[in-house]
């Protein structure tokens, strides 16, 4: 197995970063999120989605990385500034992927390390995540790596579903 590199996501990774993305949601959400619209996701209208995404991002965007191994993209992380009223001082990981095939291979691993690195050294010396409420794999995974959960919770209200998440913080070394 050839290394990983972490690297800031170009136009023309949106496909890849997409199938990451439906990937991940069908084997992690499963039984958490209605299996027809697991079954429903698309990697063409994500790619579109990020196609905009990279080219255009959040003015609170700190970037989006990628997780390359055999020139394969593996996973990715979007990041930027806090977007809660109650965390706009802090970082926020938006979202963190890894390809199923990769769970376990240090992948995420990597890409959290990276996107706390970079939160922290955009000047915020804590960040925070929402994680979908069930998914203990997630859970164990951030608290792991030293995120805890605050008690906030949110409820995302999508076409055809409704995410209940809660949040995890972590205090970031500069």
Do not use: C
Request: charged share 30%.
């Amino acid at each position: 197995m050839s290394p990983l590199v972490i690297r800031e996501a170009r136009t023309e990774d949106a496909d890849d970063i997409a199938g990451v993305h439906v990937r991940s949601w069908q084997v992690a959400y499963r039984g958490l999120i209605d299996q027809s619209v697991l079954d429903g996701l698309s990697v063409e209208e994500r790619a579109s989605g990020w196609r905009r995404i990279v080219a255009d991002p959040l003015p609170t965007s700190l970037g989006i990385l990628v997780a390359v191994r055999d020139d394969r993209i593996v996973g990715w992380a979007s990041l930027g500034s806090g977007r809660d009223p109650d965390g706009l001082a802090d970082g926020e990981v938006y979202g963190i992927y890894a390809d199923p095939a990769a769970w376990s291979t240090g992948a995420g691993h990597a890409l959290l390390e990276a996107a706390e690195q970079r939160i922290a050294e955009a000047g915020h010396d804590r960040a925070y995540l929402w994680v979908l409420d069930g998914n203990d794999r997630a859970d164990s995974f951030y608290a792991r790596h030293g995120w805890v959960e605050d008690g906030a919770i949110k409820i995302e209200e999508r076409p055809g579903l409704t995410l209940e998440e809660h949040r995890r913080v972590k205090l970031l070394a500069r």
